[in-house]
């Protein structure tokens, strides 16, 4: 029998399966996708807690769900940085990443098209989990680069230390489970 991790978010109750990431570390997985009742009510949650944004911004591919819910009945303009280049992509730029969750470094990438969108513009970033911040600040030193002004942080879960970061705004923290 796997394991599991119990915790309530945003009135949802879920059992969050328990994951080896390494020899010394394992962590609860938390993922949106194709659950709608955990999108639609963690989106109106963090919404009430974030400052006025033009615009929302997340990383390929976990955060898509809930960005794309918090700009539909929020601001309504949402952009993605792929991990990858597409056909689409006129002149993109990127920066460089190491996740958690990933054995390798990534690169996240904005087209031009999505840099002009973004430019001058006040951008709340979000993402399901933050938990050492490497993604979170890959994204701001790419928003940073094309003049967009971050007005704030979020995510669902802060796991780990980053349930003591002050500058992030998150509904639950999640724990880590070192063997």
């Keep these: 029998m796997s394991k599991t991790y119990d915790m309530e978010i945003a009135g949802c109750k879920r059992s969050l399966p328990i994951c080896p990431i390494d020899e010394k570390l394992d962590i609860a997985g938390f993922v949106m996708f194709s659950d709608v009742e955990i999108t639609e009510r963690t989106a109106a949650e963090l919404l009430k807690k974030c400052p006025a944004h033009d615009v929302i911004v997340t990383a390929e591919s976990k955060g898509i769900p809930l960005a794309y819910e918090m700009a539909r009945i929020g601001c309504r303009n949402y952009v993605v940085a792929r991990k990858g280049v597409k ?8 920066v460089e ?38 993604s ?8 940073h680069t094309i003049g967009g002004q971050v007005v704030g942080k979020a995510c669902v879960l802060a796991e780990g230390d980053a349930k ?6 998150f509904l639950e923290p ?3 489970f070192f063997k």
């Design 87 to 94: 056909a689409y992509m006129e002149d993109p730029i990127h």
């Design 97 to 134: 990443v190491k996740s958690i969750t990933t054995d390798h470094v990534q690169k996240l990438y904005l087209s031009k098209a999505d840099c002009e969108n973004l430019k001058g513009r006040r951008i709340l970033i979000v993402d399901d989990v933050i938990s050492t911040g490497e």
């Design 136 to 143: 979170l600040a890959a994204m701001e030193e790419l928003l």
């Design 164 to 169: 003591d970061r002050e500058d992030i705004i």
């Design 174 to 176: 999640l724990p880590l």
